[in-house]
C-alpha cells in the first residue's frame, strides 16, 4: 500500500518542526507599549538607543528587538534609512489601542530627522539623565511655555534634584559660531520674561544646552557660555555630536538653511 502525504498533513514533520521554528514570539504588551511611547517621544528612534531605554521590568537587547519589529509587522512603525546602514524607525499615525495621539508620524523630512536625532542623541545616550517632555508633560506642568511655539525643544534632567532644560541646536551655520551665540541670548531674554521660568531660575532649576556637530566648534561656544566672565543669567552647557555629521553632508543646501530658523 502507498501512501502518499499532503504538503499540509500535520504528519508531515519536517514542515511541522520548520514552523515551529520560525514562530516568534510575542512580546509582552507592555514592552511594545513602552517603545512605541518611546519613538512617539522622540519622534523617532534606533536600535542604539533602545539598548539605554529604561523599562519597568529589564528586557534583553533581543527582546526588545523582537519587539521593535513585532511593531514594524503590525504596522504600528515604519522604518527608514538614517544614514547608509543604519536605520531608524517612526510612527505610522495614531494608535488608540496605546492611547498616543500622535501629530508627528510618517518618514521624517532630512531637517526634522537631524533635529529629532540630535534630541535623541542627547537624552538617550550612555548614563544621560534626560528625557525629552511632550506637548502634553508641557502643557500639564509648565503652561506658561505652551505658547512659545518651540515645545519640541525641552527637556528634564534628572540630576539632583531636577531641571528644566531647554535646546538650542546648532546645526547648519556653516561654522558661524556668532549665529547660535545670537540665538542662544535671545532664548535667555524670552524665556526671562516668564515668572515661572524665573521661580525656576530661582531654585536652580533651569538651564540651555546648545547642541552642535563638531568639537572644535564646541571648545570656541564653550570659552563664550562657560567663562565665569559670561554673566549669563540662565546657565549654558554646549555638548558636541560628531555623528550628526554624515546627516549634515547628505543635506541640500535649501535643507541646511531651514535648520537656521
Not at 526634522?112 to 502643557?139: D, P, V
Not at 538650542?168 to 524670552?190: K, N
Request: hydrophobic share 35%; proline share 5%.
Amino acid at each position: 500500500m502507498i501512501i502518499v502525504l499532503s504538503a499540509h498533513s500535520p504528519m508531515n514533520c519536517g514542515e511541522a518542526m520548520k514552523t515551529k521554528r520560525n514562530r516568534m514570539p510575542t512580546p509582552s504588551k507592555e514592552l511594545v507599549s513602552h517603545i512605541l511611547n518611546h519613538v512617539a517621544r522622540y519622534h523617532l528612534t534606533t536600535t542604539d538607543a533602545l539598548e539605554t531605554l529604561e523599562l519597568l521590568e529589564p528586557a534583553t537587547h533581543k527582546q526588545k528587538y523582537d519587539a521593535l519589529k513585532h511593531c514594524t509587522r503590525m504596522g504600528w512603525l515604519g522604518s527608514d534609512w538614517l544614514i547608509r546602514g543604519k536605520r531608524y524607525w517612526y510612527l505610522t499615525g495614531s494608535l488608540e489601542e496605546f492611547a498616543i495621539a500622535s501629530r508627528h508620524s510618517g518618514p521624517l523630512s532630512e531637517p526634522a530627522k537631524l533635529r529629532a536625532y540630535a534630541m535623541l542623541s542627547f537624552c538617550c545616550g550612555l548614563n544621560s539623565s534626560r528625557h525629552k517632555l511632550t506637548r502634553r508633560e508641557i502643557s500639564k506642568h509648565f503652561p506658561e511655555l505652551d505658547r512659545s511655539g518651540i515645545l519640541n525643544r525641552y527637556y528634564l534632567n534628572t540630576e539632583n534634584k531636577g531641571r528644566l532644560g531647554l535646546v538650542r541646536y546648532d546645526l547648519g551655520h556653516h561654522g558661524r559660531w556668532d549665529r547660535v551665540i545670537d540665538a542662544t541670548r535671545q532664548d535667555i531674554r524670552s524665556h526671562l520674561s516668564e515668572p515661572g521660568i524665573r521661580h525656576l531660575l530661582s531654585a536652580d532649576r533651569f538651564e540651555i544646552s546648545v547642541l552642535t556637530v563638531l568639537p572644535q566648534k564646541a571648545k570656541r561656544l564653550r570659552t563664550v557660555f562657560e567663562r565665569p566672565s559670561a554673566c549669563l543669567q540662565i546657565p549654558v552647557r554646549v555638548f558636541e555630536f560628531p555623528q550628526l555629521l554624515p546627516l549634515i553632508t547628505s543635506m541640500t543646501e535649501t535643507e541646511i538653511h531651514s535648520l537656521q530658523k
